[in-house]
């Protein structure tokens, strides 16, 4: 017989398709207690649980109980409860990689949007504004051959350093856990505490997870030690920025602008003091969002579950340490 999993995702036809010939899947629109309640013998028989942005925590787990699997379509995994997974000795797998040079593309957009107002200035040309030859008001600033700060020098914080040293020439500082090597021997990237990434870089960009250690690393005292023409970028995890902090720094003009993919709720919501800042670029959530990167990691996390619950979790697991 094959195993039971629960699918709270759409995913493409083929990739259904290539699940269902592994296992018998119940397709669910989310994890909510209702949702569960309403499928509960199908919960309660699952073995493996495939989907994304859906917090999965000890009380879902407890409806659960022949889980060995969960594999979640992204490469973040703060919405899962990692101790009680650990606890029940459940694999969690998850989708790096796939979406590193996507990603660092996305933070490159924000960089240059928001130093030369690509978003506002589009806008004041299809109000009918453009009207004459455009002066010092409609003017940006430089990206190529200012400094790039990137706080957390992982997969995606290499990514950008690349396009941000190869393409643009910009000297690079990171703060991380750990020195990088690879960064340093190919794009002479130096490694620095918080305080002085923070201080020196023109551009602040901000490649971390969420974990307890990262939550509000960057509030009120961060900001005032930004050069008052900073630029600042987040694309790891909303919460890891006190976001009304980061309000009052772009209200107060102690940083420049922002540009943003990631907040402390999303969808972020209509009231949201950073919708009406002019020196603001809000994105939502997108990412890894295009059509290649998304199908990419679908499948990445389909592969990952048939792998787990075939015991094999050399690759992209978090957690290998503790499965059965
Ligand atoms: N905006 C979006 O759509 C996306 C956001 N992300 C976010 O980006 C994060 C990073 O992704 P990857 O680069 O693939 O992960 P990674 O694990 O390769 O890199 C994370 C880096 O942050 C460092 N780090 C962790 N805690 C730290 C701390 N307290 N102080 C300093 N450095 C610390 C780690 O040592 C590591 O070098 C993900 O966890 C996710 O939250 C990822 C993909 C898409
Ligand atoms: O993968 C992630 O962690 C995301 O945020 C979306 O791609």
């Known amino acids: 017989m094959k195993p039971s999993i629960i699918l709270y995702k759409a995913l493409p036809d083929d990739l ?11 397709q669910v629109a989310n994890l909510k207690p209702e949702t569960v309640q309403q499928h509960a013998e199908a919960f309660a028989n699952a073995q493996g649980l495939l989907g ?37 000795k459940i694999a969690l797998m998850h989708t790096p990689t796939v979406l590193t040079e996507t990603v660092a593309d996305t933070i490159m957009a924000l960089v240059l949007s928001s130093a030369r107002r690509v978003v506002d200035v589009a806008e004041r040309v299809k109000a009918g504004e453009w009207t004459k030859s455009i002066g010092p008001d409609w003017f940006g600033i430089d990206v190529h051959h200012k400094t790039m700060g990137i706080v957390g020098m992982g997969r995606i914080g290499l ?16 703060h991380a856990r750990r020195q990088h090597a ?4 190919r794009f002479q990237a130096r490694h620095c505490d918080l305080e002085t990434v923070l201080q020196e870089s023109d551009f602040v960009c901000v490649v971390l997870p969420l974990t307890e250690e990262t939550q509000h690393l960057i509030g009120k005292a961060q900001f005032a030690m930004m050069k008052k023409s900073a630029i600042f970028i987040n694309a790891g995890r909303g919460p890891v920025v006190d976001e009304a902090a980061l309000i009052e720094a772009l209200q107060n003009g102690e940083i420049h602008a922002a540009g943003l993919d990631v907040f402390e709720q999303e969808p972020l919501p209509a009231d949201s003091p950073l919708l009406s800042l002019p020196n603001v670029v809000a994105l939502p959530h997108i990412g890894s969002a295009t059509h290649e990167t998304r199908y990419n990691m679908a499948a990445c996390a389909v592969d990952n579950l048939i792998d787990a619950l075939n015991g094999k979790v050399e690759q992209n697991c978090v957690n290998p340490q503790v499965v059965r």
């Open 16 to 26: 259904l398709a290539r699940l269902e010939t592994h296992f018998t899947v119940t």
């Open 52 to 88: 994304s942005s859906q917090t999965v925590d000890s009380a879902l787990l407890e409806k659960m109980p022949q889980l060995r699997a969960t594999s979640t379509i992204s490469v973040g995994y703060d919405n899962f409860d990692v101790d009680a997974l650990n606890a029940r």
């Open 159 to 174: 990514a950008l350093a690349q396009r941000a040293h190869c393409g643009f020439g910009m000297p690079i500082l990171y």
């Open 182 to 185: 690879e960064a340093e021997e």
